[in-house]
């Protein structure tokens, strides 16, 4: 048998020759250990379905845990974990159209298989990811597997990388007790049930680039969606993969949004609905999540008119009240949950950004403001945009999202020593020393 001639095919010979190279036994060594002729091993070895028993018996003489019995064929099911797509989802064209383009190259050599949308809290990554992924199922015959990562939520810190691979595993119908595989066992088990199976991984919610490592595919023909609330360069980088940013709506996807959440009858029985929805969109800074409350008030109170809850928005004292349905779908939570993440230094400077008036600012000031060198303050904003806490307006200009602005404002009056904000602000001056001027350095 030409043991060290041709690649194993199929993910049980792929498993069963990593776990021969791992004790550094030949095919021709482990036949005899394995009372099987060298040719059958061949045929196994280049793809022949194995039966069950030989699946056993290989597992029981490399200890491999069952790992191999797994692989068998006919104990793999089919998932279907998406779940429902969000109902009225408007625009995202040129990101839908994005994700498309990757799908189509999928079986070219070298290219990406892996796509990372990532966005501020509840701008939608994971209504884009879902829709798209419904859209093209039926491009992945092995099925769909859906985790939520847990990478922001209120009430646990983020899935370990071991727990997520349980729980895809027992997707894929692996019969092995997973609890008896470190991490290593586990992701390599996972490569091999998807190798040469065609099934769309989609990996919400991650925390950071070390959690979503260990859960990608090695083949050809998977594809995984990621979101974050984080940039993930880092995993880009590493598994060539393709990063989507994804900002606010524009003020005619917002509109439609509301349309669609809203509906024909209601608009047309509201006077002030024509006028006042382009300024709700406004109000709620362009952000679904937001958009999303708002129409549910509406909804739910036929009485309260579009141009009412303008008003009620208008104060921005009561703006992050208005924008919450109950403790968890509410606007201020989902931004705390970023909040908390975020170290000291970072928290102590967003919340100085939200006392000083304005949204714009540049590293620069933020130096002068927080007493921090300018390298200092570089990075902090750096780690601000990364947690897109903040955004990047390009050269040293940065700009802190009108709601995230009140948010870290409730903050700051929370947190903060009042009197300590107070001394720091001159009595009366036109022009404070937290303005940046034409270059983008602090007023006199
Ligand atoms: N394009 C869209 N069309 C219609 N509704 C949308 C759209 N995008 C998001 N939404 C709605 O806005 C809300 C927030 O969206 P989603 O949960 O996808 O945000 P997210 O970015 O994943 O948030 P998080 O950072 O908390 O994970 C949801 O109710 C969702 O249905
Ligand atoms: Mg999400």
Redesign the pocket.
Known sequence: MGSKAGRAHGPFAAELERLLARRGMSWRKFADLAGYTPGWLSKIKNGTPPSVDFARRCDELLEARGTLLALVGSTVPRPAELPAA???????RGHLDQLDALLAKLHRPGASRIAV?E?????????????WAHDVSHRFPDGQLFVDLG???HDHSPATPEDVLEELLLGLGSPVDVGLLDLTRRAALLRSMLADREVLLVL??AADSDQVQPLLPGSGCCFVVV???RSLPALAVRTHGERLD?GR?SDA?GE??LR??LGTARLAADPSAPAALAELVRRCGH???????AAEHLITDPLLSVGDLVRHLAEEDNRLNVLALDDQ?AVRT?FS??YRRLDVEERRVLRMISTLGHTEITAAAVGVLAGLEHERAQQVLYSLVVA?MLEHLGGDRYRLHELLALFAAERAEHEDDRAHLAAAVPASNDDPPWTIDSEGWPGP
Request: hydrophobic share 50%.
């Open positions: 969000v109902a009225g989802f408007v625009g995202r949308i966005g501020a809290p509840g701008v939608g990554k994971t209504a884009l990811a879902l829709r990478g922001f939520s919400d919610n979101t974050s609330r994804l709506l996807e439609e949004l669609e959440a952000l679904p999540l937001a958009l999303r409350i779908v989902v949950w970023s897109h």
